[in-house]
């Protein structure tokens, strides 16, 4: 197996801007690093049950990889123009109950967000299968990647957390970006 290849791909995909990590910076924005902590747990879990279900069952979902690919599609795109929309008209001058930055929030996410589907779908298949395939080895490395995916999210936590008063002083213009980053990104998965 090619460590270094596996590893670039793992923080590339994690740490790069996505649904998740746009989520992410844009709760700690408008709600705080505690909000987008919970948040972070909930995403931090389902990515590593979608790991462990690609390992369990990537050789039945191979046959249906078209399928799915297209349903998630459908659904993640839907999903990810009504999280823009959302962090587009956010008024944080209202007090409002935040349904996004929960713990069920972030974990349901990760289910509709194409890119975390997709590299949970390759990543594992790709990089660890053609090598090891006993449970311990496989197992070991479903929670490394699961911490990768962990350190992103914290990643784009702290960022939020130290631009706080930056990102709050110019809340339009960042509401707008992160809007427009999550519509890039919506693009993007049909390119």
């Not at 649904?19 to 700690?28: A, E």
């Not at 006993?134 to 911490?147: E, G, K, M, P, R």
């Not at 130290?162 to 390119?191: C, D, E, G, P």
């Amino acid at each position: 197996m090619d460590i270094t290849s596996f590893i670039i791909y793992c923080f590339i995909v994690t740490f790069t801007p996505g649904p998740t990590n746009i989520v992410i910076l844009s709760t700690v924005h408008n709600y705080g690093p505690k909000k987008a902590m919970e948040y972070t747990y909930g995403a931090t879990i389902a990515f590593g049950v979608l790991l462990g279900i690609s390992a369990m069952l990537n050789t039945v979902l191979i046959t249906f990889i078209p399928k799915i690919l297209m349903g998630m599609q459908i659904i993640g795109t839907i999903y990810m123009l009504y999280l823009a929309y959302q962090i587009y008209k956010m008024d944080t001058s209202e007090t409002t109950d935040n349904k996004t930055g929960t713990f069920i929030s972030g974990f349901l996410t990760q289910f509709l967000n194409p890119k975390v589907v997709l590299f949970t779908m390759t990543v594992i298949p790709s990089f660890i299968l053609p090598y090891y395939t006993d449970t311990t080895t496989v197992t070991i490395s479903v929670i490394a990647i699961t911490i990768v995916g962990f350190l992103a999210f914290i990643t784009w936590v702290l960022f939020g957390a130290i631009l706080k008063n930056f990102l709050q002083k110019h809340t339009r213009l960042v509401n707008v970006i992160m809007a427009l980053s999550l519509l890039y990104a919506t693009i993007m998965i049909w390119m």
